[in-house]
């Protein structure tokens, strides 16, 4: 089935994808985490001892599943291609930016939407953010920035994330060396062939209708085309009608149990670096998922980029706190930045400009 | 809604590319407009430059003129 071809059948892509993440919220995943690139990434890391923080350690299926959707699709419908050879040093960087970013919020942008969708202004106030640091990646477009053209390398390198992926299921069905948290979001989630299966089903319709946040917001600002952003509001509309029909939609800033926190400018700073970066390397952390599950290597550096960010996140105190209930005394905890997430966001942003705004055309060629 | 038509579509290798045939274009007042590239040419999200049939030698010509490299000229209901 062609999911490309109107507004209506992109929309209807977002719809299926929502539903998948409807379907795992409602299995177990962490409420409004149903379906969250740099949170799952960073589950992963902690699955693989790169980071040691007890609460945020599991082998998120749905990152192996997303991959391997895309490359499966990607196989069969022949649009697999291997290339690679575009700055994989920088795109490294803007990986580990982009996490750094999506943890300083807590959450990438489909997680934001997904927040979104369940009435938390937190993420209204974030979109703010992204939708300035998409801008400001396409006015270094208009300025001339490329990261280069990436060429077509041998066939196997394409195949080295899927196989990566491959490795890791292997890893976390037949054998107890991965960490799986006990308690905190880590341990919540729905079973893992559920999340399996909802990942190769995202993987391959985001594959086949080319979802991609920054790239919606992207299209909009540069083009006016809302190919792109049809997606988005598909998705947006089924995980409204879930929360609102399960009662999980809250308006409000302050609402423990959905792992946010109401620092207004940290929240839209945080992502604003998504935002910028992401513009940058091309993708979204989603879109750079799937571009490598269909052969790109240079999206597969970036979600190498991501892990060690993640990892680092979490072993340099760079990740923010949610708002919580203290359970003796029940009262509300509010969710903070701490000062090192708050060094590595203004430094991240720096760097991004510098990247932007060094790396040109006529260089690159 | 818009009825497709046959179009020439130019596709690049960086989206920088197609920002700067964007800018080419208005410079030397050659027709067609920046469009994503359409779904059934890639499965990338990059851009490209869309204009009647008719512009291809055109077209052509100032991207020679501009310094501008396609990867490919296609024919495609846009």
């Known amino acids: 089935m062609n999911l490309s071809d109107s507004k209506k059948k992109l929309a209807l892509a977002g719809v299926i994808c929502g539903l998948v993440a409807a379907c795992l919220a409602f299995l177990g995943n962490p409420a409004n985490m149903a379906f969250c690139i740099a949170c799952f990434i960073r589950d992963t890391a902690g699955a693989l001892g790169m980071h040691q923080a007890e609460v945020v350690q599991y082998a998120r299926p749905e990152i192996i599943g997303l991959v391997l959707g895309a490359f499966i699709i990607s196989v069969g419908t022949k649009e697999y291609r291997s290339t690679g050879g575009s700055s994989p040093m920088i795109r490294f960087v803007l990986g580990m930016i982009i996490v750094i970013g999506s943890l300083v919020f807590l959450g990438c942008p489909l997680r934001m939407i997904i927040r979104m969708s369940a009435g938390d202004l937190n993420a209204w106030v974030a979109l703010i953010g992204f939708i300035l640091g998409v801008a400001t990646g396409v006015f270094a477009l208009k300025k001339g920035f490329s990261l280069g053209r990436a060429h077509a390398v041998n066939r196997v390198g394409g195949t080295m994330l899927p196989v990566i992926m491959v490795g890791i299921l292997i890893l976390a069905l037949c054998s107890s060396v991965l960490k799986a948290s006990e308690t905190g979001p880590g341990s919540m989630h729905a079973p893992l062939i559920a999340s399996l299966v909802g990942g190769l089903v995202f993987g391959a319709v985001a594959q086949k209708s080319r979802m991609c946040f920054a790239g919606s917001i992207r299209d909009v600002i540069l083009m006016k085309n809302f190919d792109l952003f049809s997606v988005i509001a598909g998705l947006f509309v089924v995980m409204l009608v879930f929360n609102l029909a399960t009662g999980r939609f809250v308006v409000g800033f302050d609402t423990p149990g959905i792992i946010a926190h109401s620092n207004h400018l940290w929240n839209i700073l945080g992502m604003y670096t998504v935002g910028f970066a992401a513009t940058l390397a091309g993708g979204c952390p989603l879109r750079q998922l799937i571009l490598a599950g269909q052969g790109s290597s240079d999206s597969a550096v970036t979600v190498m980029g991501m892990f060690v960010g993640a990892a680092l996140c979490h072993t340099l105190g760079i990740a923010a706190s949610g708002t919580a209930m203290n359970a003796e005394t029940q009262e509300i905890v509010a969710g903070a930045v701490p000062p090192h997430g708050k060094v590595a966001c203004i430094v991240c942003i720096i760097v991004c400009f510098v990247i932007a705004f060094t790396n040109k055309r006529d260089e690159a060629k | ?78």
């Open chain 2, 1 to 78: 809604m818009r009825k497709k038509e046959l179009k020439l579509v130019v596709t690049f290798h960086t989206t920088a590319d197609a920002m700067a045939m964007e800018k080419a274009c208005k410079e030397y007042q050659v027709p067609g407009r920046i469009i994503p590239v359409p779904r059934a040419i890639s499965a990338g999200c990059g851009l490209s430059w869309c204009a009647a049939l008719d512009d291809r030698e055109q077209i052509v010509s100032m991207m020679r003129r501009a310094g501008i490299e396609e990867e490919a000229m296609h024919e495609c209901m846009v």
